[in-house]
């Protein structure tokens, strides 16, 4: 599913025009990205979390070369599935 064709769901959901939905849609990605961004976490009950982890510095392979380079520690934004989330996606 595209963001488009998510946007159109909502519209015909919410009974909202299609700028109101996408006005929703961009406030709540808007609002976990910027709570990531704070290193906070974000528990959606049912759905589930979002979260940042973060990943520590490796060596690893550059396969065209052969080479072998440094890749720094960083953060990562992370998802993990909810029960009921994973209860109706298995059916």
Known sequence: MTKAELINQI????????????????????????????????????????????????????PRTGEIIQVPAKKVPAFKAGKALKDTVNG
């Open 11 to 62: 519209a015909e959901k919410c009974e909202f025009t299609k700028k109101d939905a996408e006005k929703a849609l961009s406030a709540v990605v808007s609002s976990i990205t910027e709570a990531l961004s704070n290193g906070d976490k974000v528990q959606l009950v049912g759905f589930g979390t979002f979260e940042v982890r973060d990943r520590a510095a490796k060596e690893s392979k550059n």
